[in-house]
């Protein structure tokens, strides 16, 4: 199977979200086909030559062919200034502006007028306006999330009127991108039941595919760490959910927490912290400002309890299922896990009030045979149902399907 795999973004390294998705998809997907990848780069992941020429050097031991592509809104300030000041009057959501390329559409042409491609897969909806309706190759459109949902879980999370109403225009903008792009594929992709029952109840008869995030088993296992009061939480805080998740824990619930626990530990691993993150870290000696580190295995391991206090997000979350592999405890709020395979009290513990929040984490901190019973739990059903070669064999699934679906629709539209 040839396939042209479009890509908002360079998948390595993989550390973390989209990055590590899309890494081991494309991992995965060399077992059983060719793949000419076409993708944006992102200065802030590979901010030098050498780290763009390393990364190819990676990508095409598992592609046919690897290009890139500037994403202008990330060249300049200026350039980011001008892209949200278009997002602004434009009635096209921030996200396809941000990607507009008339190189990349160039290029998509000439390939699909060059090869014979048996399928194109479009790994995120922005990048849905660089194909062509009358091309007759089968396409496959992932979710990473439900982006109309995300934004407006992500204004109702803002303190700022301003930054309120410009997320609530981008949410309708979504909307009607979503309604309009999504039906146009032979399949979409979610990585959660949850969010293909949000998009096909907005948009009739799509033809879906669940395909789940995964975790590397043999990279992330169970180990023995410190025996010390220690809480984490990781993720990349250039993304909004993320800084969120890690203020609102520290403002609303870390307080409860040291109320009861004195002398534990917070860690919050991952790149770009914000300011006030910064600022807190140096008021409190008992919270631990990391900043990106290249493996985050060491600092799970030794942590007594995985938090996930997310408050806006979709999809599932690459992050929890690492630590789960780790056989990590965890206390998590509904979105945290949601998207996830996950039983409350047995995989781990759900909790949506502060008070919830803080006496869980509390309880568990203070009994390691109920965080050791949690976490063999979590480890055992990422060893079922997340290993990477399992989600690659379901995207192929998706794959076939959509071919599959092409092709009976141009039976349907023949001539008798």
Same mark, same amino acid.
Request: charged letters at 20%; aromatic letters at 8%; hydrophobic letters at 40%.
């Given at each position: 199977?040839?396939?042209?795999?479009?890509?908002?973004?360079?998948?390595?390294?993989?550390?973390?979200?989209?990055?590590?998705?899309?890494?081991?998809?494309?991992?995965?997907?060399?077992?059983?086909?060719?793949?000419?990848?076409?993708?944006?780069?992102?200065?802030?992941?590979?901010?030098?030559?050498?780290?763009?020429?390393?990364?190819?050097?990676?990508?095409?031991?598992? !592609?046919?062919?690897?290009?890139?592509?500037?994403?202008?809104?990330?060249?300049?300030?200026?350039?980011?200034?001008?892209?949200?000041?278009?997002?602004?009057?434009?009635?096209?959501?921030?996200?396809?502006?941000?990607?507009?390329?008339?190189?990349?559409?160039?290029?998509?042409?000439?390939?699909?007028?060059?090869?014979?491609?048996?399928?194109?897969?479009?790994?995120?909806?922005?990048?849905?306006?660089?194909?062509?309706?009358?091309?007759?190759?089968?396409?496959?459109?992932?979710?990473?999330?439900?982006?109309?949902?995300?934004?407006?879980?992500?204004?109702?999370?803002?303190?700022?009127?301003?930054?309120?109403?410009?997320?609530?225009?981008?949410?309708?903008?979504?909307?009607?991108?979503?309604?309009?792009?999504?039906?146009?594929?032979?399949?979409?992709?979610?990585?959660?039941?949850?969010?293909?029952?949000?998009?096909?109840?907005?948009?009739?008869?799509?033809?879906?595919?669940?395909?789940?995030?995964?975790?590397?088993?043999?990279?992330?296992?169970?180990?023995?760490?410190?025996?010390?009061?220690?809480?984490?939480?990781?993720?990349?805080?250039?993304?909004?959910?993320?800084?969120?998740?890690?203020?609102?824990?520290?403002?609303?619930?870390?307080?409860?927490?040291?109320?009861?626990?004195?002398?534990?530990?917070?860690?919050?691993?991952?790149?770009?912290?914000?300011?006030?993150?910064?600022?807190?870290?140096?008021?409190?000696?008992?919270?631990?400002?990391?900043?990106?580190?290249?493996?985050?295995?060491?600092?799970?391991?030794?942590?007594?309890?995985?938090?996930?206090?997310?408050?806006?997000?979709?999809?599932?979350?690459?992050?929890?299922?690492?630590?789960?592999?780790?056989?990590?405890?965890?206390?998590?709020?509904?979105?945290?896990?949601?998207?996830?395979?996950?039983?409350?009290?047995?995989?781990?513990?759900?909790?949506?009030?502060?008070?919830?929040?803080?006496?869980?984490?509390?309880?568990?901190?203070?009994?390691?045979?109920?965080?050791?019973?949690?976490? !063999?739990?979590?480890?055992?059903?990422?060893?079922?149902?997340?290993?990477?070669?399992?989600?690659?064999?379901?995207?192929?699934?998706?794959?076939?399907?959509?071919?599959?679906?092409?092709?009976?629709?141009?039976?349907?539209?023949?001539?008798?």
């Amino acid at each position: 199977m040839k396939v042209l795999f479009l890509s908002q973004i360079v998948p390595y390294p993989p550390h973390g979200g989209v990055l590590q998705r899309g890494y081991n998809i494309v991992r995965e997907l060399s077992r059983e086909a060719q793949v000419h990848l076409l993708a944006f780069v992102h200065p802030d992941v590979l901010p030098t030559e050498e780290a763009c020429r390393d990364s190819q050097v990676v990508l095409s031991k598992y !592609c046919e062919a690897v290009e890139y592509f500037s994403l202008w809104p990330k060249t300049s300030s200026l350039h980011r200034i001008a892209g949200l000041a278009a997002g602004a009057v434009s009635s096209q959501p921030f996200s396809v502006l941000a990607h507009r390329s008339a190189l990349f559409q160039r290029r998509v042409a000439e390939l699909v007028a060059t090869k014979d491609f048996d399928l194109i897969h479009v790994d995120t909806i922005a990048l849905a306006q660089f194909l062509d309706q009358r091309w007759s190759i089968p396409t496959v459109l992932t979710h990473h999330n439900i982006e109309s949902q995300l934004m407006e879980r992500r204004a109702g999370a803002e303190s700022s009127l301003l930054a309120r109403l410009y997320l609530r225009r981008e949410t309708r903008k979504l909307l009607a991108y979503e309604a309009e792009m999504s039906g146009t594929f032979d399949v979409n992709v979610f990585v959660a039941q949850t969010d293909e029952q949000t998009l096909t109840e907005r948009v009739s008869g799509l033809r879906t595919a669940v395909v789940s995030n995964g975790v590397d088993v043999d990279y992330f296992t169970p180990n023995r760490g410190k025996d010390s009061p220690t809480l984490i939480y990781a993720g990349g805080m250039n993304m909004f959910a993320n800084r969120d998740a890690v203020m609102f824990f520290l403002n609303e619930i870390w307080p409860l927490i040291r109320n009861q626990v004195p002398d534990v530990r917070f860690f919050a691993v991952g790149q770009d912290p914000p300011k006030e993150l910064l600022e807190l870290a140096a008021r409190d000696p008992q919270i631990v400002v990391t900043g990106y580190v290249n493996d985050v295995r060491p600092l799970v391991r030794d942590a007594s309890v995985y938090v996930v206090p997310l408050r806006v997000g979709g999809g599932t979350r690459l992050k929890v299922l690492d630590a789960m592999a780790m056989g990590k405890a965890m206390v998590s709020t509904s979105i945290g896990c949601e998207g996830l395979d996950v039983l409350p009290d047995k995989h781990l513990l759900v909790a949506d009030s502060l008070e919830q929040f803080s006496d869980k984490t509390v309880k568990l901190l203070l009994d390691p045979s109920r965080r050791n019973t949690l976490g !063999c739990a979590a480890r055992e059903l990422v060893e079922q149902r997340y290993s990477w070669r399992m989600i690659g064999g379901q995207l192929l699934n998706a794959y076939h399907l959509a071919i599959e679906n092409r092709r009976q629709m141009v039976m349907d539209h023949s001539p008798q």
